[in-house]
């Protein structure tokens, strides 16, 4: 039987997870015996292009920064290209070296991966979930399907049970931030509406520290302690050391050594907080947000459920104690929940025949409903009744925050009389945007053939529909004719990916 597994992609570390015999979720530790697995990648100048993924990797950024590639998911669907040497490494090469280790670890006691569930933040784009899909496919696994990582922790804490209500899942990782409202009801989870910031987490609170480190050592010795970004990176493990030690005591300090000599840089708790507090304020902001979104008041949140390791941070306990008056629930490791979701949503959304029984009769206990996690529209033509003047506006087709599966028809009429083509485009935005400047467009094209000599506004309908899949198909018909354009965003149809592979060759697992 194929392993059902699902796999947290993280900024800073990932982990993997396989549902066992009985339908339960489990973590399963890398070769060298660790839950997670930093999302590092290394270049040894030595090895003739080869990689090293994880610990390894992250060690060589005290000494070899320059061939060390890190956070390659907040990059993930950038027209962006990491070098290294004459060679030039996609975010999704990077990503896929990273995916591809973890099953690699995993298949020594768990026999092949073939295929998996991978996470994504739950306000990442259309572009960067296919370029989590297209790693996926890189790594030589079929993403059977991706979700958003506060569904996949919610799927995860309800399955443990001990959570009903209305809840509120604070994501709070080493990269990407996503607060997410669900009502859960036994084993079924209701998302209703999530926000987040793609560049928020425990990586800008280690920068601050660098900062710190920065400054004193100035202070100190009158010489700086690193002069760029890349020197700055040899550090790193300090800052982050120093930052979860606050997490433990009121006061903290690490030796660092520089050219000039050692330092040892100490802080108290109130001094770090007081670094954070602009990024733990802009998470306040963003609950409000949600909570706006979900149309509730705090009053109506009944639990708060932690995800993400930067959640230990004492601070983040107290602000969200202070906005919410209740404590936060820590039942599950913040580190695994998500990888552990995604386990199970893997074994829920099994095809028919893949389940034992013992598998099938957890999974049918459990409920998900999640939603659509952007808008989506299309450009139109309109007319400014004040200026008389036609605008270019985007007129949104499916709303944020819908439940999947969900389908939306609008109508609209040709603009000129003789008018036999149009321009079909598909956008997409975080907020229900008119103005075309602040939308991405994610395909555009001709629907050409309408019959000539008509008086303009002919109606056309156009179709959106969202599936279980993360595909949405799009349909742009001629009422009068019947003649459609039709597009389908479907992350999963990776068209050629062979270019990149080549580029890659096989990497070391320590
Ligand atoms: N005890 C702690 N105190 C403070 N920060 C911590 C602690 N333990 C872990 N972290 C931080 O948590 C972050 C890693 O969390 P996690 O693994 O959830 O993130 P990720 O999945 O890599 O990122 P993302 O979900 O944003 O893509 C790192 O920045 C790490 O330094
Ligand atoms: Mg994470």
Redesign the pocket.
């Known amino acids: 039987m194929s392993n059902l597994v699902g796999i947290?992609?993280?900024?800073?570390?990932?982990?993997i997870a396989v549902l066992d015999e009985i339908g339960k979720p489990e973590i399963v530790p890398n070769a060298d015996g660790e839950r997670?697995t930093p999302?590092v990648v290394h270049f040894p100048e030595d090895e003739d292009g080869k990689s090293l993924v994880g610990d390894i990797a992250k060690k060589a950024l005290v000494y070899r920064a320059d061939r060390v590639l890190q956070c390659a998911?907040q990059r993930m669907g950038d027209d962006f290209k990491y070098t290294i040497e004459d060679c030039e490494y996609s975010p999704q090469q990077i990503s896929s070296l990273i995916l591809k280790k973890l099953a690699q670890d995993a298949a020594l006691t768990k026999g092949p991966i073939e295929s998996a569930v991978i996470t994504v933040?739950a306000n990442f784009r259309e572009s960067a979930r296919k370029a989590t899909m297209d790693a996926g496919k890189l790594a030589g696994l079929e993403v059977t399907h991706i979700i958003n990582?506060p569904t996949a922790a919610a799927l995860y804490y309800a399955t443990i049970g001990d959570v009903s209500g209305r809840v509120l899942i604070y994501?709070?990782?080493?990269?990407?931030?996503?607060v997410t409202v669900a009502d859960v009801a036994d084993q079924d989870v209701q998302v209703v509406a999530s926000l987040g910031d793609a560049h928020l987490?425990?990586?800008d609170?280690?920068r601050k520290l660098l900062g710190v480190f920065q400054e004193r050592y100035e202070k100190e010795y009158d010489r700086k302690l690193f002069d760029s970004e890349e020197g700055s990176f040899r550090y790193l493990a300090d800052a982050?050391d120093l930052?979860?030690m606050?997490?433990?005591r009121e006061r903290a300090g690490v030796m660092i050594s520089g050219d000039a000599g050692p330092l040892k840089v100490e802080l108290s708790r109130a001094e770090f907080e007081e670094l954070i507090s602009v990024h733990i304020a802009k998470t306040a902001t963003l609950i409000d947000g949600v909570l706006d979104e979900a149309k509730c008041e705090v009053s109506d949140i009944s639990q708060i459920l932690l995800?993400?390791?930067?959640?230990?941070?004492p601070y983040v306990e107290t602000t969200l104690k202070k906005i919410f008056g209740i404590e936060p629930t820590k039942a599950v490791n913040?580190?695994e929940a998500?990888a552990l979701g995604a386990a199970v949503y893997a074994g829920l959304r099994a095809a028919s025949g893949v389940l034992n029984s013992a598998q099938s009769s957890a999974m049918t206990k459990i409920k998900l409903t999640d939603v659509c996690s952007n808008y989506y529209g299309t450009l139109t033509l309109n007319q400014n009744n004040t200026t008389g003047r036609t605008e270019l506006m985007n007129s949104v087709i499916l709303k944020k925050n819908t439940s999947l599966p969900c389908s939306n028809k609008e109508v609209f009429y040709t603009m000129s009389d003789g008018q036999t083509e149009l321009e079909c485009t598909i956008t997409q935005s975080q907020f229900p945007e008119t103005d075309p400047e602040f939308v991405n467009v994610l395909d555009k094209a001709m629907f050409g053939g309408l019959p000539p000599g008509r008086p303009a506004g002919c109606e056309i309908e156009v179709i959106f529909s969202y599936d279980l899949n993360e595909r949405m198909h799009c349909v742009f018909r001629d009422v009068q004719t019947g003649k459609q354009h039709e597009a389908t965003l479907n992350p999963k149809g990776v068209e050629d990916v062979s270019a990149d592979q080549a580029a890659l060759r096989d990497f070391i697992v320590e």
């Open positions: 947290d992609l993280g900024t800073t570390f990932s982990a997670i999302s998911k933040p990582e994501d709070l990782g080493g990269g990407t931030f996503d987490g425990g990586t609170f280690d982050e930052k979860k606050l997490s433990k995800v993400g390791g930067s959640t230990r941070i913040v580190d998500v």
